[in-house]
Each structure stands twice: as C-alpha cells, then as structure tokens.
C-alpha cells in the first residue's frame, strides 16, 4: 500500500451561528428541543459492540423543569465495568496499530457531523441536559466541540512531526506509542465539550478508553456517543459507563492495565483520585498519567483607572453566563473605592435588565436552572448567610426558588471582610462577592488577590494604565493559568487560549493543546547504525 507524509486539513474555529429570530438555525434547534422534551430517552451502557440495559434505571429530568422526565439511563454493575475494561483492552492492538491517519479521519468526520447533522441535537440535548441557553449551548456543545476535534488532529499531526537529529552513519526517530494499558476519563456536567474531549483526545493518541460521564450530563453524552458511531470509531475504544462513581473507580483503579486519569471535576475527588492511585501504585504495569483540571475562585481586580462599564460587563457575563456554572467563572471581585459605586451601579442596571430566571426554550432568557437540587441548596445557604452576617450584605438578587426548576437569582455580595467565606469558597453558581479596597491601597491588593485562594485557574485585571497592568502581570503570575486583560475571566477558545490552571485548580496541561495530547503518548526512541562496527577498541587505546 502506498504512502504518503500526509498533511492535515487546517484546523480552524467553528463559526458561531446566532440563532436571531427567524433564523434556520433557531428553528432547528427548537423543532429538536420539543422532540427531546417529549420524547423517552432510554440510554445504555455502551461496551464494545453492545448496548447494555440492566433495568436498574435512574430518570432523566430538566433541572429547569425537574419534574418532567425526559428519559432514563441504565446503572452499571462491578461486573459491567470489568467487562469495559476488558472491551477496551480486547480493542487496544488493532486500534493502536491503526494508521494515525485513519484515526485523524475518524474524529474530523466526528467534527463535521457536529457542523452539519448533529449540530441542532447536540445543542438541544445540552439545553435540555444543562439547562444551558442556546448560545451557551452553541459556543460549548458545537463550536469548542467541534474545536477540540479539528485542532487535536493538527496537534497530533504536528507531534508526530517533532523528530531527533541524526548524526552521520545513524537514523534516529521518534515513535509516539499510546499509552499500555487503558485510560480512565471522568468528565463533569457542565461542559459536553469537555465530556467529549477528555475520551476523545485520549483516543485519537492511539488509547482506549473506559468513559464515566457526569450523571447530570448523560442525556447529552448520548449524543457524542452517536457521533462517534457515526464518524467510525470501532467498538471498545471508548466504552462509557454510568453509576455508583466510587465503586467504577475501585473497579478501574484496582486494575493493573490502568495507565491514565483524565479528569475534570472538583478539587477534592481529584486529590482522593491521585492519593488512590498513589496507594496502587504496586499493582500498576506502567507509572500512570494522572491529567486534571479542577476547581477555581476566580477573580476580577480592577484598577482604578479602569472604565467602570467596561469592568460591570466583565463581571455580569462573568458571573452570571451558564449560571455562573463555568470553573472560570468569575467569582470574587475587588473594584477600588474610588469607582466601586459606578460600577455597581452599571451592575445593578444590568441585572435588572435580566427576565426572571426560566427555560432555555424561551430564547430571551439570559439565566437559566442551577445543575441539581444539591447545588441550589448550597448556594441558597451562602445566600442566607451572607444576608444576616455582619461583614455581608446582599447588594441585588438573592432571590431562589425551586418549585419548578432549580433557579437562583443572580447575586451581587458585598462584603467588608476579604477573607469572607464566599471570597474564599468555589460556590459554583451565580453568586458572585465584591470587596472594595481603598485606591491607595493597590500594591496590597495584588497581595491579597494572590494569596486568599487556594485555586490558579482563571483572573482578570482591568485597567487602562499600562504600568498598573505589567505591576499586576507579575504579581499574579502564579495566581491564575489563564490570564485576562481587559476581558472577562471565562471564554477560552480552543487553539487560541489553551485552558488549565495549576496550585489546586489541577496540573495544567492545557486542555486544546498539544501539551495535553502529550501526556497520553510515551516516546520510544529507535535508534539505527548503518553499518555496526565489528571492533570493540576505541582509538584512545592505542
């Protein structure tokens, strides 16, 4: 068979379609959503070749409308999960001996079904799953989706590219060999680009892997495994799983053909992640790759000589879009004293602009639900709290309610304190705390931001002085892996703003990077004399 050093098609960013009234698009996506609203989704075990139905069955529901069922998905057993892990070891050799072009094929055919056909499902399931509003459901679901396909074959293109010197006589080369073993992904609720990508990038490295989606996420992770049905990808290079996570963790963390976590969830199950592989390191073949992002507190600090609008932007689209539900959601803020009123005031006029929190459906909806009921009773106590403490007040919203859907006001808390507990504490949702600082007291300040949270993920510094934006570029060059000026905390886009945070907002290996595919390879180095030498003496032998 002939041969070729082939050449990629270049990657580039999907278009995000607008959905304005009247558009194809907005009508698709809507015609899709009453489909899956009234439809009765019941959604397997998928392990090699077979859909798995247990009957132990859990109900799918809207967090917006979290009465309604829109399906159901079956629990797996200790038994189900070894047979996934079997599925995937059965499928490694063939897949890892797949030409990487073949590969390359499978997930930009993944990514052009994502643009065409599966784009109003995709989006759609992500509504009805996440309770996400069109546009947040198009950039994430679509678009970052679609990214992470396209700019990973480039990536993986470009690696295989990067080769050694040879020297005369010699030929040394570079093989990137898949990882030996399997991969473990555990992906969160609040991204399906993510959730597709954590498998999907592990996989297109010649890896195979066993998949536990979030619970609150499955509805929409049915709709990537579909597509990559669609696009090819042969039975047991991603064999997903749902159920009991402790027990599916045990089962894949005590075997010895585990060889990489990628992960992306809280701080705390990443830390018990990483403690239990280090308890098993014995049992192991290989040194696994441990990947994760995590959690973060993530923050704006405007200097006083920022435009006080352009700062009340910044923290209304980065504390409230998705319901504040983005790990790089802004969280906490520190406006100077000087222009804290104005902006607030901007703030308040924006929030107040906002329908009262409802269905994606209804496109003028800016906030939706809140994941699950155990997060809206989270953040209605912090809310509570912070409207009797002293060092608190609440400066607009506050308001909750959860008769129908899982719906928080957006709230703005004012505090005295900077150390107060919601300065500190990842809420998750769109609650977000200010603390005003006197303008002299800049220099301090950065101290401040850089020291009060244990996370590094995501910051933004607003100014217009451009020696006060150096001063702050250095001072918090560990506080924050993606770093913004003049913008919003959140947003990154794939092959533009690699993402990842470090300190315990994981380890920063840059999610949309060739960096993170490099974690799921392990070099051999091949190297080839000529002609051998048949004399063990060297000259300085005389």
Request: hydrophobic residues 35%; charged residues 20%.
């Amino acid at each position: 068979m002939g041969k070729g050093f082939f050449q990629v098609p270049v990657a580039y960013n999907e278009p995000i379609l607008s959905y304005a009234p009247g558009t194809p698009e907005r009508e698709a996506v809507i015609k899709q959503y009453k489909a899956y609203y009234n439809g009765n989704e019941d959604i397997p075990l998928y392990i090699g070749s077979q859909e798995v139905r247990t009957g132990n069955t859990r109900p799918l529901s809207p967090p917006h409308d979290h009465k309604h069922k829109v399906g159901q998905y079956h629990l797996a057993e200790k038994k189900h999960v070894t047979d996934a892990i079997n599925s995937a070891l059965n499928a490694r050799k063939a897949w890892a001996n797949l030409s990487w072009e073949q590969r390359a094929a499978i997930f930009l055919k993944a990514a052009e079904l994502v643009s065409g056909p599966y784009r109003a499902r995709i989006n759609a399931a992500t509504m009805i799953a996440q309770s996400k509003t069109i546009h947040q459901a198009e950039i994430d679901a679509a678009c970052e989706f679609i990214d992470f396909l396209r700019f990973n074959v480039e990536y993986m293109s470009q690696i295989y590219q990067e080769q050694p010197e040879s020297a005369e006589g010699i030929w040394n080369r570079v093989e990137y060999r898949p990882l030996e073993g399997f991969v473990y992904a555990i992906t969160p609720f609040n991204f399906t680009a993510i959730a597709g990508n954590l498998p999907a990038s592990a996989a297109m490295m010649g890896n195979v892997v066993v998949w536990k989606p979030s619970d609150s996420q499955i509805f929409s992770a049915k709709v990537l495994v579909d597509v990559f049905k669609e696009a090819g990808l042969p039975d047991g290079v991603i064999n997903v799983v749902y159920g009991d996570p402790v027990m599916i963790t045990d089962q894949v963390l005590n075997h010895p053909d585990f060889s990489g976590l990628h992960f992306t969830g809280s701080t705390d199950v990443f830390r018990n992640l990483w403690t239990q592989i280090g308890n098993n390191i014995h049992t192991y073949k290989t040194y696994p790759r441990i990947v994760g992002e995590t959690g973060g507190k993530d923050f704006i600090l405007a200097h006083p000589s920022a435009k006080p609008r352009q700062v009340a932007t910044a923290i209304v689209r980065g504390a409230f879009e998705f319901q504040g539900q983005k790990c790089s959601a802004a969280s906490r803020v520190y406006l100077p004293k000087s222009t804290a009123n104005e902006i607030l005031k901007e703030v308040k006029k924006d929030m107040e602009s906002f329908n009262p929190p409802g269905s994606p459906e209804d496109m003028i909806n800016f906030i939706t639900a809140v994941i699950h009921e155990g997060s809206f009773d989270k953040l209605a106590s912090y809310i509570d709290r912070a409207k009797k403490d002293k060092e608190a007040s609440v400066f607009a919203g506050g308001g909750y309610d959860k008769s129908k859907g899982y719906f928080i006001e957006p709230t703005v808390i004012l505090t005295t304190d900077p150390h107060y507990v919601t300065m500190e504490t990842e809420l998750f949702g769109p609650v977000v705390t200010v603390y005003i600082y006197e303008d002299k007291d800049w220099k301090s300040v950065l101290e401040l931001v850089d020291k009060t949270s244990p996370y590094a993920l995501t910051g933004a510094v607003m100014s217009t002085d451009r020696y006060a934006i150096e001063e702050a570029t250095r001072a918090l060059q560990d506080s924050a892996g993606n770093f913004y000026i003049n913008d919003k905390p959140t947003g990154a886009v794939v092959g533009q703003q690699p993402f990842g945070g470090a300190r315990a907002s994981g380890t920063n290996d840059k999610a949309g990077s060739a960096q993170n595919l490099l974690r799921w390879v392990s070099p051999r180095l091949i190297k080839e004399t000529f002609v051998s030498p048949e004399d063990y003496r060297y000259p300085f032998l005389g």
